[in-house]
């Protein structure tokens, strides 16, 4: 057993279960050989004099299982495709070539287990934008193709095997021919192999694709394949250009799903087409283009979904910041209710006392009495208002539009705001308003504006008094927060995050937010549509 | 607590017209001559005709905040003792109501009325006390000022002598002088009317 370096990421903790037959591992691995081996044999039609196939089916059986179970399991792997090739008799026991034979069919596993491994480690420790899902999957389905036709390549040159006729073929032939069906292999079978098996239900949401895309994806590749047909009429080797184009256009939109499904109705055309052809280098020009499309339409696709997936990540970053903003504000509004009801509490504690000291005589003094009775009669009807307010204030209503008092919020905002004020040396001057003045809004987020409004009048101009003023039309109030500018200085027009969030707060009640620097003076103005008061 | 005869006087403001009251009249009980005021200004303008002892104001206002209303009244009338109360009660602000702007005591509204009432009386004891010491160092000139300033250091007459670069037979006509107007016969006397005028005593 190896030590556990402290270096070591997660030492894992021994677990019972862990030990236990994981059954699904075992029934793929049993399954493998005989998939791998039908997968051999569909490549056939493909093959050729110096090469065995243009399209390898089996290179992608065999990387969607070494990628999903590891490549520790390289070895079975190995084992499996020896013996299956030895009982199928493709290669004869004791032949004239048998080693040599051997070792061609436990390279090809060897070199894809190698460089799985290899990709695998990039992605557990690397923090560049290759280790980022789907990336490394794609490196692998080109990498380990690419590592095992160069193996496979020299190790021809080296060692050639009965073929007698392949010393005089160029090397590079080989491996272009081994590299060309590997990728086409992987590109078209190892996706929708590894889909199949996928639980990420993430992965499933993002292939999910809209009818208006795929009907438009589908013009696009019916016309590039139309475009293609007219081509290969004149001439076959520059046909999958159009397509590789279409195809591309089909990825950016419709994602991997849609990348594959147009990779796989391109294989669909492209491989029937070219298996009676009898000039290699026509079929040859076919698959490379094929397999060039297939990895520029995948990395289309993944560049779609990535790009859904950062702007669902920025959605969710604004709603964080949004909520937290309004937190904020909540704070401090039910601070200002604090101070508010403390108020009338205070007066309502000593009125009481002052009631028990009078009761306590034994003439009181009755218009005192009254007096006092009275008080606390107003306070706790005060109080009661204001109950009713903080209820509204907590619960769900708080999420629904409800009518608002102008003045109210004003004086609240004022108040929150004294603090800073205060530090800031800056006097808020608030003018009487009229109580009938209303507008319908969610008050957290009206607060929210006003509040970042009053704030940033008070650091642009510190130790200034900064004016609030009211303006009421028919159908609309506009509130207005100014504050003196010292000379004349450029209006930036930039506006903070607080007032981005602000103006997306008053679109989205219908009002406007906007500001502008005259005689000496910048003014903020919050437009809000009207509401009248209801009469009951 | 108070001389019913000649009671404190204490003023209240709170812009909250009606607490204002509540807090004199509470006051009122006690003995204390009070009276509640809705704006500082109003009481400022009060506090020239019958200047109070004792000044009990709230720290946020509409009109002037109480941090700054007690800036203004100091520098009016040094002997007032001022106790702020506030319904948004900060640390910043507590430190800064007895540190910066020489509040007696910081109150959270609902007001606890024990803390209320000991704080105005001391109030009320310290101002009296200012008062009456600032009133007896009123008729010194400047330079009997500079050397009851040296005496309470405890400097002696040589060494103040030389500070001030006065003969020794200056400073004992001077000397004589204040203990003449101020009453005071000992040493001891004099620095504990220096520390009473200063407000430290107490």
Known sequence: MATLSPMSARPRPFRLEARAIDWRLVALLLAYPFAFKLAHMAASPWGGAHF??????AAGVRLALLWRIGARYTPVLIVEECVIQLLTGTIVWGGPEFLNQLGGVARAPAAYGLMIALVRFIERRSRSELAIAPMPFGLAAVLAPTLVSFTAGFWEWLWPGVSGTLPSQPVATTIAAFLVGDLLGVLLVAPPLLWIGTRNEEARRLMQIGRGRAVEAAAVFVFAWLLAWGLARVEPQITVTPVLIGAIWVGLRCGRLGAWIAIILSAAIILP?????????TRFALHMGLAAMAIATYLAGSFAEAQIRAREDIARRDRILFQAERLKTLRAMSVAIIHEISQPLSTLAIETRHLSALSRDPQPDLAEMRESIELVDRKAALLADMVRRLRSFGGRAVDEPSPIIVGQMLRDCAGMVG??????????????????????GHEIELTQILLNLLRNAMLAAPGSTIEIAVESRADQVTIHVANPVPSPTPDYGGMGIGLLVARAIADAHGGTLTRDIAQGRARASLSLPRTEPSHD | MTDPADPAIIHVV?????????????????????????????????????????????????????????????AQDPAVAIIFMTAWPTTSSAVDSVRRYGGLDYLEKPIDEGRLLAAV??????????????????????????????????????????????????????????????????????????????????
Not at chain 2, 37 to 65: I, K, S
Request: glycine share 6%.
């Open chain 1, 52 to 57: 065995f196939s243009l399209w390898y089916p």
């Open chain 1, 273 to 281: 087409w070219s298996a009676p052809l009898s000039a290699s280098a």
């Open chain 1, 419 to 440: 603090g800073e004020a205060r530090s800031l040396g800056c006097a808020i001057s608030l003018p009487p308003m009229d109580a009938r003045l209303q507008v319908t």
């Open chain 2, 14 to 74: 709170d812009d909250d017209p009606d607490l204002g009251r509540a807090v004199a009249r509470l006051l009122g009980r006690h003995g204390y001559r009070t009276q509640a005021f809705d704006t500082p200004r109003a009481m400022l303008r009060a506090q020239a005709d019958e200047p109070a002892h004792c000044l009990v104001t709230d720290v946020m206002m509409a009109d002037m905040d109480g941090f700054a209303f007690a800036e203004r009244m100091r």
């Open chain 2, 121 to 202: 009386a001391e109030g009320a004891r310290w101002s009296r006390q200012r008062r009456g010491a600032l009133a007896r160092l009123a008729p010194l000139t400047p330079r009997e000022r500079e050397v009851l300033h040296c005496l309470a250091q405890g400097m002696s007459n040589k060494m103040f002598a030389a500070a001030l670069s006065l003969s020794p037979k200056t400073i004992e006509d001077h000397r004589a002088a204040i203990v003449a107007k101020t009453g005071a016969s000992s040493p001891a006397a004099l620095i504990a009317l220096v520390r009473e005028a200063s407000g430290t005593d107490g």
